[in-house]
């Protein structure tokens, strides 16, 4: 998820720079007009930059949160693995001790 959001941004990005430099290339309006226009997009693209930016920490929290549960219950199928081999272990050393 987070190398698709990184691209995204990336290419959002681009995709800004290259029209506003297009624009101002084009563009039939006086210059105040134009740099408003650029003003206005750039405003429009700091909110998107913002609001995505927000939403991949929103999942790299889940993500983490889901790894670190995922680990836990794997912490304790090991314990129990152990747990059981030791006593195995307890068990076989009793019998040893009895011949």
Not at 7 to 33: M, N, R
Not at 71 to 76: D, G, P, Q, R, V
Not at 87 to 93: I, P, R, T
Request: glycine share 6%; net charge positive.
């Amino acid at each position: 998820m987070a190398s698709s959001t990184g691209k995204t941004l990336i290419a959002l990005a681009s995709g800004a720079a290259i029209g506003a430099v297009l624009g101002i290339l084009f563009a039939p309006d006086k210059g105040e007009k134009t740099r408003k226009k650029i003003k206005d997009g750039y405003k429009d693209l700091e909110k998107d930059m913002k609001a995505k930016l927000a939403n991949a920490k929103v999942d790299l929290e889940d993500t983490y949160e889901n790894l670190v549960s995922n680990m836990s219950y794997k912490t304790e199928d090991v314990i129990t693995f152990l747990e059981k081999k030791l006593a195995d272990l307890k068990e076989q050393n009793a019998k040893l001790h009895k011949q």
